[in-house]
């Protein structure tokens, strides 16, 4: 199996050299911190009949590769609702913190709705291309990559988070959900906006390993953007995920 992008030790989780950002190799990357509040939530959070139905990660500060804590307290505790947050920590002070909002599963209602319909991409047969940018994680890309239209991908994490940690579907969905910043504000000139932060909201939790996203749209000005996309799995559509974005001085490429 494949090297983690964590170990645990006394309490920290310790970064491999491969836990950076494509922005930078001394950067650790806001994907992994948001598998990583996920996971906590989970872990100290999560009971019976209790789902997670929204995670909010802010990214508010760039960190080096260091030791990273996540301490996470339990804000509200009733009959139907659970709200919990976690704050990530290193030497140099906080750099993130999640809220998350899990409910109680029950009777679903009947009725017809203006639910999002299922998409046509069937679930990839081959491997991955080689792209020029190499993710840290199985990427397939079904739309062109080099135009300002909609697009589509399915993704697959190729190593675990911590240790040899079996991920959760939970934590697999936040670890894709950063991906809808380069998939909604890319353009013809690359990926020229850098996330804030992330929103994730799911009906269900994924099934099996592969998710899929779609672009739903994207809106800037002044160099401020949000952009939103739609989660699939080979079953159908689990949930959304939108994202505030800064513009970066520094294309990551339009691929």
């Known amino acids: 199996m494949s090297q983690a992008f ?29 598998g990583l509040a996920a996971r906590c939530l989970e872990l100290e959070h999560r009971s019976d009949g209790l789902r997670f139905a929204r995670l909010t990660v802010d990214l508010f500060k760039n960190s080096p590769l260091l030791p990273v804590r996540v301490e996470t307290v339990r804000v509200r505790d009733g009959r139907r609702i659970r709200v919990a947050d976690a704050t990530l920590s ?61 697009r589509r991908v399915w993704m697959r994490e190729n190593r675990p988070l911590v240790g040899q940690e079996e991920l959760s579907p939970f934590t697999r969905a936040a670890l894709a959900a950063d991906f809808a910043s380069p998939l909604s504000g890319s353009g013809t000139l690359g990926v020229q906006f850098i996330n804030a932060d992330f929103t994730l909201t799911l009906a269900r939790e994924p099934v099996g390993e592969l998710i899929g996203m779609q672009a739903a749209g994207h809106l800037s000005a002044d160099g401020i953007g949000t952009g939103d996309c ?26």
């Open 90 to 150: 290193t030497g140099q002070g906080v750099i993130g913190r999640a809220s998350a909002v899990l409910l109680r599963e029950g009777e679903q209602p009947g009725g017809e709705r203006n639910d999002t319909p299922a998409w046509d991409e069937r679930p990839p047969r081959h491997p991955p291309a080689e792209l020029d940018w190499r993710p840290p994680f199985d990427l397939w890309r079904l739309t062109a990559w080099d135009t300002a239209g909609p």
């Open 230 to 255: 739609v989660l699939h799995d080979a079953d159908g559509p689990i949930g959304y995920c939108v994202v505030t974005a800064v513009a970066n001085p520094v294309p990551l490429g339009a691929g």
């Open 6 to 34: 964590f170990e645990l030790k006394g309490g920290e989780f310790l970064p491999a050299p491969h836990a950076h950002s494509p922005w930078s190799p001394d950067m650790l990357h806001g994907r992994l911190l948001g």
